[in-house]
């Protein structure tokens, strides 16, 4: 019983800015490291950014300089933040999180979630 949510989508204008939030909720013990992708129509889906735990950060030729990934482990949500948007990151960008689950029995057990998706829209 844990879940990851994404938010802050919407249609913006060329050189326009987007948050997008991923919170995850449920049974956590903590949260490891944290991806965002992106996927296009007709494109693979490719990674956007992603936070470690010790917060180092890995983000794509495309978006590097434009967009910042963050975390706030006291409310167990990652941030990535967009600016200076531009209609070829039109897309829908998930959310992945590795989490470690406190399970019966004093077990702790990793895994893998993906978010439904949110979508970027970037037109005039």
């Known amino acids: 019983q844990a879940q990851v949510v994404e938010s802050g989508g919407g249609l913006v204008q060329p050189g326009g800015s987007l948050r997008l939030s991923c919170a995850a909720s449920g049974n956590i013990f903590s949260i490891n490291s944290v991806g965002w992708y992106r996927q296009a129509p007709g494109k693979q ?8 735990s010790d917060e180092s950060t890995v983000y794509a030729d495309s978006v590097r300089g434009r967009f910042t990934i963050s975390r706030d482990n006291a409310k167990n949500t990652v941030y990535l933040q967009m600016i200076s948007l531009k209609p070829e990151d039109t897309a829908v960008y998930y959310c992945n999180a590795d989490l470690t689950r406190r399970l019966p029995l004093g077990v702790f057990r ?3 979630y993906w978010g439904q998706g949110t979508q970027v829209t970037v037109s005039s």
């Open 45 to 52: 889906r490719e990674l956007v950014a992603k936070i470690t």
């Open 110 to 112: 990793d895994y893998n």
